[in-house]
């Protein structure tokens, strides 16, 4: 294979202007056009109105395949599940197992407590009852997703589990896929991808049920179609906001340069938007590791994609590692690798990022698919104000409170006080008036 | 005072047409206008460009009030405080230390897992940096608002939680604002209203900070301007999906008719579109709260306004109260009151409302000021699908993870197997290559 390799040069921090810095720490650019914002709205309004008929109609026409309804019966998953090879079963089971276990480990306690004698308040966690997961289709098969979404809602119990993703050229989903969903006990499982999927599980259709609220990666109109639905009047909510994939790494001289370059590169395949930064206080380091990433490069199979994603990456000289954390901590990656010896005094220092990868010995990849974490995390810089996926996103909280008649005698005053401050009498009277009762004079008494 | 009182005429479920049901659980359509929407994006355009310029001059066309400065320095702010009148820092202590003690217990803890030998992982809770409150201005002071957003971004230790809040005739806020801003430490203070706070609050002035999540209520604007900030590419985080007020009582023939109407008055007085139901399977229970509606509305303040709101709401008889708790469940109410002797069997039925009052002496307004659950509330239908605000909104969950030499030789094969399946080369080398390596010999030799 001939490739021009592109590199980006390496960068001393204290030497670049405050331009080059903000350079260095950009993103790519978001703009979803008016023309896509319209095609999205076409679509979720014709299958507003055309149900089932409208998503066959946007499959053929956007997946090449022409099904006879949108439903995979779940005898059909289970079958098709059982055609996966031993080894990819072994890897789905093992994943399984660690996500399920550390997803566990994340269950919610109610939460109760008398605050003022007689008066009780509790927090109480009801899972949400109907889910809808989307598996994003294309080239490859994504059963690790299938994974991340579908183990929390599993172990939340919500009641209705609805996978949906595109067919196959077969009409059907993967082995993995399909085994993966059994393995989550999805309750039912469905063919249909882009704005016309999310679309479907929102409004639901005469096959698929609407769901209070959608999970799930997709591409530039999965992401729009989302977003629509989510701002419709009694729309189901949405995981996370969408953004390209992001590594950001931390390397001192201990670090092993064809590790570093192994996961910038993991990262890099992703898409050409994706976006790795290696930060070291070593030249030597970041030499030794751009010298790997020329040499692991040139044989990968998606080496155009991840040449596109180095060329607009950056690799940065730092002055020290309080330097580098600094930076990780301005840039809020979604994925942050440290490679050090010494972790530990940096960890407390670093909480911006959507996940953290400890140690010369902790993949990306690991976190992708199986030490137990989940893989759907912020990026674009949203790791400062959103939330890695986790079990709580499964959960709503509502509260409940008791107030005995002794306990409105005490806390009366303060409800009519702050009523009267606030203009609002009505407020104030529903408190007076079972004061002033002779039904309370009567229950006071008991 | 002459004032055609207007109550809905009781309506039998049973007897009602599926058209019927439909349109008395109907909310008010909240239509957000071409444009409203385009009001609020030039808004938001000036405030980018013009920053605290752009505040000034849409706080005195809007507010009618000519500023210097959009802040009012903590020193002033410590300086109205004392004003506030004896009874009114009595009331806000008081509902002060409920809701603290209540969101303290909310405290969330760290997880942490060894989920397969040398495989560690972990789950944290950084608190959000930056936090801005918006306290909605208007006709009265608003205090109770300051202590449910307050409160807990200063149990979490919120770096920086800015207040903002449109002022009043004299450029300032009110003294009961201003003790209660006190209390809960907030760390700057700003006056603005409106989409021009929100902007200001999202995209940062000369005066005042960009954070990095947005909470409380609001008009139209406000509303408007939160969605289309969140929407932007890095934008904040936004709280909750907004709508108007809404109460849901079950009463049964044990209820107070008065209290019941006193309830629903002091929903109905938020707004003309607030909306109140009232189930029963007690006819007599319905007649009873009708006439006691009429006889409280008489001689309130703002009967107009409540009576607009009564005016579209619904009193339903229910064959029996599985029939009401059905309904409930199907509407999903802000606030649920449960009016009737024996709450208990009911409660494990009834999740979806923003926050349930529990028994003849929990008045809603109880819960709006002072027992200590929050009063930001899903309304419209979102208590299906969104949170009650509590201490975790003020959290960002993030996940760290650790693997040694021997926990990836255990866990390998899995991130390779599913990473060919996945036809991800670059992240199954990021394993296989650290397992080749003569450093894992080495590291694994020790």
Redesign the interface.
């Known amino acids: 294979m001939s490739m021009n390799i592109q590199l980006p040069a390496p960068v001393t921090w204290q030497e670049a202007s405050s331009e080059t810095r903000a350079k260095l720490l950009s993103?790519p650019?978001?703009a979803v056009s008016a023309a896509l914002r319209e095609q999205v709205a076409a679509i979720i309004d014709k299958v507003a109105s055309e149900g089932d008929a409208a998503l066959l109609e946007l499959t053929a026409r956007f997946d090449g395949v022409r099904l006879q309804s949108p439903e995979l019966s779940m005898d059909k998953v289970a079958e098709i599940a059982e055609q996966a090879p031993a080894?990819?079963k072994?890897?789905?089971d093992?994943?399984y197992?660690?996500i399920r276990?550390?997803h566990l480990?994340?269950k919610p306690s109610d939460?109760a407590?008398e605050?003022?004698p007689g008066?009780y308040?509790e927090?109480?966690f009801?899972a949400?009852?109907r889910v809808g997961l989307y598996i994003p289709g294309g080239?490859?098969?994504?059963?690790?997703t299938v994974l991340m979404l579908g183990v929390p809602a599993q172990i939340a119990e919500c009641s209705e589990r609805v996978l949906i993703s595109p067919p196959n050229p077969q009409g059907e989903l993967t082995p993995?896929i399909c085994y993966a969903a059994i393995k989550c006990g999805v309750t039912g499982v469905y063919l249909g991808g882009g704005a016309q999927a999310v679309a479907a599980l929102a409004l639901g259709t005469e096959s698929i049920p609407a769901v209070?609220?959608i999970f799930g990666p997709g591409n530039s109109y999965v992401t729009e179609a989302k977003?629509q639905v989510s701002?419709r009047?009694?729309g189901?909510?949405i995981d996370l906001p969408a953004?390209p994939s992001e590594l950001l790494v931390i390397a001192d001289d201990s670090a092993?340069p064809?590790?570093v370059a192994?996961?910038l590169?993991?990262q890099?395949?992703?898409g050409p938007d994706s976006q790795v930064i290696l930060l070291s206080p070593s030249a030597a380091m970041i030499a030794a590791v751009r010298e790997a990433l020329a040499k692991?490069l040139a044989t990968?199979?998606?080496a155009e994609i991840?040449n596109q994603a180095l060329a607009s990456s950056s690799l940065i000289l730092t002055q020290d590692l309080a330097e580098a954390v600094a930076i990780s901590e301005t840039y809020a990656p979604e994925h942050l690798s440290l490679q050090l010896d010494d972790?530990e005094p940096w960890?407390p220092k670093l909480?911006?990022?959507?996940?953290?990868?400890?140690?010369?010995?902790?993949?990306?990849?690991?976190?992708?698919?199986?030490?137990?974490?989940?893989h759907v995390l912020p990026t674009?810089?949203?790791?400062?104000?959103?939330?890695?996926l986790?079990l709580?996103d499964f959960?709503?909280?509502?509260?409940?409170?008791?107030?005995?008649?002794e306990?409105?005698a005490d806390?009366g005053?303060?409800?009519v006080?702050?009523?009267a401050?606030?203009?609002?009498?009505?407020?104030?009277?529903?408190?007076s008036?079972?004061l002033e009762?002779t039904?309370?004079q009567r229950?006071t008494q008991k």
């Open positions: 993103r650019v978001q080894r990819v072994a890897a789905i093992q994943a197992n660690n276990a550390f480990a994340q939460v407590l605050t003022m008066v308040c927090q109480k009801a949400l009852a080239s490859a098969s994504l059963p690790s993995a209070d609220k977003q701002q009047a009694g189901p909510a953004g092993e064809a590790f192994a996961d590169l993991s890099a395949e992703h692991q990968l199979p998606r991840t972790c960890l909480t911006r990022a959507g996940s953290i990868f400890v140690g010369h010995y902790t993949p990306e990849s690991g976190g992708d698919y199986a030490t137990g974490t989940n674009y810089g949203f790791a400062r104000n959103y939330s890695s986790g709580l959960y709503r909280r509502y509260t409940v409170q008791t107030v005995s008649p306990g409105l806390l005053n303060t409800i006080d702050l009523a401050e606030e203009a609002l009498d009505a407020h104030l009277r529903a408190v008036l079972r009762s039904r309370f229950d």
